[in-house]
């Protein structure tokens, strides 16, 4: 593989490729991908074949997607012939009614699940966080910003309240404006790995990120581009190589991230639960009334808060609803495949 790739997280576990015709989706705009091959940034569109086999919005494209792609005549374009198949992917519903996910970013190490320490901790959002970090297939790093606004006594409380929650997850305390706690932070930005940072508004992304990227670079982040009609009109940059060789992605559609499909990372996330719904005595126990409930014994013993059980029941059946949903879609698409079937049989048969 060549070097200029490797550089842009190329790792072997995204087979499949045709060494020189890869590029890294760095932004999304539209109908048009701002893409990289390692060496020269340039802008793509999809060729027709693929928007001929794309049939979910999964198939296409977003920003840390690895794509095959084949240069124009003029040096600066290129289109995309294939997604590769991605190594993790974070979904949203697509907006409106329909239960189609949409991806937000693709291949994904590691996310950095951004706090404040200078505001009470929302812990019920904490484990949404985690929770959609290990749908995706990435591993989570919580990392509480603004230490320099905050008391020690502050930093523990909250950090014990995001143990509690993020178990076994590593926790990094930062200040963007200090500098300190950045050594710790840059552990978890290794040369060629990429991180994405997820949290609410205010927490501190963005200065974070500035703050990663040096200070030459952050006039980088709103690039202007003229259009075609000569225009100048901003573009939002949504992924950064950084000096240290790590990429970072801040995209905005990491803020509406819902739940997809979270089935395995439910249990990774509650899995103190999950550990005492397997002493509970009935293997089909609700955990409401029944005797011998090992979760009920918990919460009355305290060692459970109720907070965190009924976090839990929520995410459950909102995750259940989602499946029903999308199950139902599946039949749908079946029935309609064999209507379109025995349609054609009809027409093939009609005129003999
Ligand atoms: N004291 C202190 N202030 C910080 C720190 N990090 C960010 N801030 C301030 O917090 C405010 C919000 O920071 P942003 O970086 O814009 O937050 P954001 O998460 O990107 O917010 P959105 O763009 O709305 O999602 C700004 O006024 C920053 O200067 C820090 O480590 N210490
Ligand atoms: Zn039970």
Same mark, same amino acid.
């Given at each position: 593989?060549?070097?200029?790739?490797?550089?842009?997280?190329?790792?072997?576990?995204? /087979? @499949?490729? %045709?060494?020189?015709?890869?590029? *890294? !989706? $760095?932004?999304?705009?539209?109908?048009?991908?701002?893409?990289?091959?390692?060496?020269?940034?340039? &802008?793509?569109?999809?060729?027709?074949? &693929?928007?001929?086999?794309?049939?979910?919005?999964?198939?296409?494209?977003?920003?840390?997607?690895?794509?095959?792609?084949?240069?124009?005549? @003029?040096?600066?374009?290129?289109?995309?012939?294939?997604?590769?198949?991605?190594?993790?992917?974070? $979904?949203?519903?697509?907006?409106?009614?329909?239960? =189609?996910?949409?991806?937000?970013?693709?291949?994904?190490?590691?996310? &950095?699940?951004?706090?404040?320490?200078?505001?009470?901790?929302?812990?019920?959002?904490?484990?949404?966080?985690?929770?959609?970090?290990?749908?995706?297939?990435?591993?989570?790093?919580?990392?509480?910003?603004?230490?320099?606004?905050?008391?020690?006594?502050?930093?523990?409380?909250?950090?014990?309240?995001? =143990?509690?929650?993020? !178990?076994?997850?590593?926790?990094?305390? $930062?200040?963007?404006?200090?500098?300190?706690?950045?050594? =710790?932070?840059?552990?978890?930005?290794?040369?060629?790995?990429? #991180?994405?940072?997820?949290?609410?508004?205010?927490?501190?992304?963005?200065?974070?990120?500035?703050?990663?990227?040096?200070?030459?670079?952050?006039?980088?982040?709103? !690039?202007?581009?003229?259009?075609?009609?000569? *225009?100048?009109?901003?573009?939002?940059?949504?992924?950064?190589?950084?000096?240290?060789?790590?990429?970072?992605?801040?995209?905005?559609?990491? /803020?509406?991230?819902?739940?997809?499909?979270?089935?395995?990372?439910?249990?990774?996330?509650?899995?103190?639960?999950?550990?005492? #719904?397997?002493?509970? /005595? &009935?293997? @089909?126990?609700?955990? @409401?009334?029944?005797?011998?409930? *090992?979760?009920?014994?918990?919460?009355?013993?305290?060692?459970?808060?109720?907070?965190?059980?009924?976090?839990?029941?929520?995410?459950? *059946?909102?995750?259940?609803?989602?499946?029903?949903?999308?199950?139902?879609?599946?039949?749908? %698409?079946?029935?309609?495949?064999?209507?379109?079937?025995?349609?054609?049989?009809?027409?093939?048969?009609?005129? /003999?």
């Amino acid at each position: 593989m060549n070097k200029a790739i490797e550089k842009l997280g190329w790792d072997d576990s995204i /087979r @499949d490729a %045709e060494n020189d015709k890869l590029a *890294r !989706i $760095i932004t999304v705009q539209k109908n048009s991908y701002r893409i990289s091959d390692g060496e020269v940034e340039y &802008f793509a569109h999809l060729s027709g074949k &693929f928007l001929n086999q794309a049939t979910t919005a999964l198939d296409f494209p977003a920003v840390g997607d690895w794509a095959e792609v084949q240069k124009l005549a @003029d040096e600066q374009k290129a289109v995309i012939h294939r997604v590769l198949p991605r190594k993790s992917q974070f $979904i949203r519903q697509a907006a409106g009614l329909k239960t =189609e996910g949409q991806i937000v970013a693709a291949n994904i190490d590691l996310v &950095f699940i951004v706090n404040s320490l200078n505001h009470d901790l929302n812990v019920r959002r904490m484990e949404r966080y985690i929770l959609a970090t290990y749908e995706s297939g990435a591993s989570p790093v919580v990392v509480l910003t603004k230490l320099d606004e905050s008391t020690p006594e502050d930093v523990m409380r909250i950090i014990a309240q995001v =143990e509690e929650v993020a !178990i076994g997850v590593p926790i990094v305390a $930062i200040s963007s404006i200090t500098g300190e706690g950045m050594e =710790e932070l840059l552990k978890y930005l290794p040369a060629q790995k990429t #991180v994405a940072l997820l949290g609410s508004s205010g927490v501190g992304k963005s200065t974070l990120v500035n703050k990663l990227l040096g200070e030459e670079v952050q006039e980088t982040k709103d !690039i202007r581009e003229a259009d075609s009609k000569g *225009r100048h009109t901003t573009t939002h940059r949504e992924m950064f190589i950084m000096p240290n060789g790590a990429l970072l992605i801040d995209t905005p559609g990491m /803020r509406e991230l819902q739940l997809w499909d979270g089935d395995s990372a439910i249990d990774t996330t509650f899995q103190d639960i999950e550990a005492l #719904v397997l002493e509970c /005595r &009935f293997t @089909d126990c609700q955990h @409401d009334t029944e005797p011998g409930c *090992r979760v009920q014994e918990a919460l009355a013993a305290g060692e459970l808060t109720e907070e965190r059980f009924q976090s839990y029941l929520k995410l459950q *059946r909102e995750l259940a609803y989602e499946k029903r949903k999308q199950d139902q879609k599946a039949r749908l %698409e079946e029935k309609n495949k064999w209507k379109q079937v025995s349609k054609e049989l009809k027409n093939k048969y009609k005129f /003999r």
